[in-house]
């Protein structure tokens, strides 16, 4: 199953490093990736989808949210839509 994933981060150099590497070792197949500044200095919103979750999206959060610069994630099932204002 598909998941859309919308993670927050604080703007590091290897922020995005972590996080892909972080997919990567827990079996998680990322099939499209963006990333961007939002309007708070310092930040980047990352979205995804991400395929081979046999586990429950509670997880993935849980896993996503340990790393230190993390504010927020959000996960949503692939029928469901990601809309920017």
């Not at 972590?18 to 998680?28: H, P, Q, S, V, W």
């Not at 993935?60 to 099932?77: G, N, T, Y």
């Amino acid at each position: 199953m598909k998941h859309k994933v919308s993670i927050l981060l604080e703007r590091q150099d290897d922020s995005l490093v972590r996080l892909t590497g972080l997919l990567y070792r827990k079996g998680y197949v990322i099939e499209s990736l963006s990333s961007g500044p939002t309007e708070e200095q310092g930040r980047i919103r990352v979205t995804a989808v991400i395929s081979g979750i046999q586990k429950t999206p509670r997880l993935l959060m849980s896993q996503v949210a340990k790393l230190f610069d993390v504010i927020s994630v959000d996960v949503w099932e692939d029928n469901s839509s990601v809309q920017t204002n």
